[in-house]
């Protein structure tokens, strides 16, 4: 099944140490997301790309970077986590084309402890 | 500024009880306005998008614009409806197409 996957499901990483999050997809989409949510909270974004092109929100720390080496593969990576960085962590994709762009795919989330 | 507001944190109703989830939106422009679903240990995916005005699992929801609202209804609860609803709100945001803004999500509860 054409999917989005996230690894690890579960991090827990130490305060300041830093830690990377991974999302692929069989989806041959162009659009890979990435939110933030924390409990009892809307799902937040965090960033997005474009094909290659890079989406940073406004009020995304600059703690928070992102990689996208290829269609299939995007990274997140938290310099130096900090208790408030504790969340879940969702990748999500869409087509981006055509009117398909709000038509997003979400993987099942990684849940970060930060020690 | 863009906001997606659910009023409820929880909805419970009884299998067979008519089912409304509140979903009120602030934007200045042409909204497209989204339901999102996640049940229990599955991921979150798109319910339904009111461009399309249909009826998916037996839920509809009509977008209005004078009450700017999206409420998504169904006439009769089952017990698999029970999950996490969110409200969703396209637009153009800093000049970036394709963002969602979400609402906190209704927990809704179906029981037998």
């Known amino acids: 099944d054409a999917m989005v996957i996230q690894n690890p499901r579960y991090q827990v990483t130490q305060f300041g140490k830093p830690v990377t999050l991974s999302c692929s997809q069989t989806?041959?989409?162009?659009?890979m997301y990435w939110y933030q949510q924390k409990s009892s909270q809307a799902p937040k974004l965090l960033f997005h790309y474009y094909d290659k092109d890079f989406n940073n929100e406004a009020d995304t720390p600059d703690n928070f970077q992102s990689r996208r080496p290829n269609t299939s593969f995007c990274f997140l990576d938290i310099r130096s986590p900090g208790l408030g960085d504790a969340a879940m962590y969702l990748c999500?994709?869409?087509?981006?084309?055509?009117?398909?762009?709000?038509?997003?795919?979400f993987g099942p989330g990684t849940r970060l402890t930060v020690t | 500024a863009q906001r997606v507001t659910q009023p409820e944190k929880l909805l419970s109703v009884f299998k067979g009880a008519p089912v409304e989830l509140k979903c009120n939106y602030s934007?200045?422009?042409?909204?497209?306005l989204f339901w999102y679903v996640q049940y229990s240990r599955q991921r979150l995916q798109l319910l339904l998008r009111?461009?399309s005005r249909e009826s998916i699992k037996g839920f509809t929801a009509d977008l209005n614009k004078g009450e700017t609202s999206f409420h998504l209804k169904k006439p009769f609860a089952q017990e698999e409806d029970s999950a996490m609803y969110y409200c969703a709100l396209g637009g153009n945001y800093g000049g970036s197409q394709g963002n969602l803004i979400f609402g906190k999500g209704t927990k809704l509860s179906v029981k037998p």
């Open positions: 009111h461009i």
């Open positions: 934007y200045s422009g042409s909204p497209e």
């Open positions: 999500a994709t869409s087509r981006g084309a055509g009117g398909y762009h709000y038509e997003q795919y």
């Open positions: 989806l041959n989409h162009n659009v």
